[in-house]
């Protein structure tokens, strides 16, 4: 319970909360779009998300700890996603050499021809989904506000 000294939290007003209110229901529901629009590749968004980056990824091979910060997910969860899609047969486990308790997470080649099949699909997804409802200009905007709004909760989380 608050104490009574405690300052009254600054409240959204009208245009704030529609404004908060109408990105939480927007971005819930296309992420919610996007990840059935894969159902049919058998991956989900957090499968697709891992795949995109160990394909971008030199020998298509991330560190552990480096692929989870990469897809902003706790390392319990990419250990569980990884289990997943090992049985797949998406992706592997390799130790690293030079860290006992470092393990890399690489692509197969069974991986590369899933995020090949699915890629073409997610792309048209995201454009209809998403792009083709923003003008050029709104494109350059949500692009510089989310770029603030990700480096400052980056910021935020180091200085923790």
């Known amino acids: 319970m608050p104490s009574e000294n405690a300052t009254a939290p600054a409240w959204l007003n009208p245009a704030e ?3 908060w209110r109408s990105y939480i229901i927007a971005s819930r529901r296309l992420l919610e779009a996007l990840d059935i629009d894969l159902e049919g590749h058998d991956l989900s968004m957090p499968d697709y998300e ?3 980056q160990l394909s971008d990824a030199p020998d298509r091979k991330l560190r552990m700890s480096e692929l989870a910060a990469i897809t902003l997910l ?3 969860r990419l250990s569980h996603r990884m289990k997943v899609m090992e049985k797949a ?3 592997k486990r390799e130790a690293c050499p030079s860290d006992k308790r470092g393990y ?3 692509m197969t080649a069974k991986g590369w021809k899933a995020i090949v099949a699915a890629a073409p699909d997610h792309v048209e997804s ?3 989904r998403f792009v083709d409802h923003l003008t ?3 494109q350059a905007v949500l692009a510089r506000i989310f ?3 990700e480096e400052s909760l980056r910021n935020e989380i180091k200085s923790e």
Do not use: C, H, N
Request: glycine share 4%.
């Open 126 to 128: 995201v454009r209809t």
């Open 50 to 52: 891992i795949l995109a």
């Open 17 to 19: 909360m529609k404004a």
């Open 74 to 76: 706790s390392r319990s």
């Open 89 to 91: 047969g998406w992706v």
């Open 147 to 149: 770029s603030r709004i």
């Open 104 to 106: 890399f997470a690489v």
């Open 136 to 138: 050029k200009e709104d």
